[in-house]
C-alpha cells in the first residue's frame, strides 16, 4: 500500500512539474510575440529567413534582442528571432522610437523597462539579407 502511495506521489509532482515547464514556455513564446507585434506596429520590416543562409545568419545574431547594425554606412536596428518567427525585424531610429513609445504605453512600469539594457551595439550585420528597404 505504502508503495502504490509513494508512486501516486512521484505521479503527481512529475505532472505538475511537466505542466508548469509547458506554463512557461507558452508565456515566454507570447512575450516574444508581444514585441514583434510592437515591432511591426512600429514599422520595422519583416525579414524571413528563407534560404540556408540567411537562417544561419539569423541563428548567429543575439536572440530576442533589439540590436544596432551597420551597413554601407548606414545604422540599422534589428531584432533576430531563429525560434518563433524564423525572420528578423529590421529599422531605423525612428522605428525605434516609436517602438519604444508603444512600449511604454502598454506596459504597467515604464521606469523599470526603460532602464532595461538590452540594447547591445555590434558590427556589421551582413549582406546576405539584400537590400533593405
Not at 512557461?24 to 514585441?35: G, M, R
Amino acid at each position: 500500500m505504502k508503495r502504490q502511495r509513494n508512486w501516486w506521489i512521484v505521479l503527481i509532482v512529475v505532472a505538475v512539474l511537466s505542466l508548469t515547464l509547458a506554463g512557461c514556455a507558452s508565456l515566454q513564446k507570447n512575450a516574444v510575440k508581444d514585441v514583434e507585434g510592437l515591432l511591426a506596429r512600429a514599422g520595422f520590416r519583416q525579414m524571413p529567413a528563407d534560404t540556408p543562409q540567411k537562417l544561419a545568419h539569423l541563428k548567429s545574431l543575439p536572440q530576442n534582442k533589439i540590436i544596432h547594425r551597420t551597413r554601407d554606412g548606414n545604422p540599422y536596428i534589428v531584432y533576430a528571432d531563429a525560434s518563433y518567427c524564423i525572420c528578423m525585424y529590421v529599422g531605423n531610429e525612428t522605428n525605434l522610437r516609436n517602438y519604444r513609445n508603444l512600449e511604454i504605453q502598454q506596459n504597467e512600469n515604464p521606469v523599470e523597462l526603460l532602464n532595461q539594457p538590452d540594447i547591445v551595439t555590434g558590427e556589421r550585420w551582413s549582406d546576405i539579407w539584400g537590400p533593405s528597404k
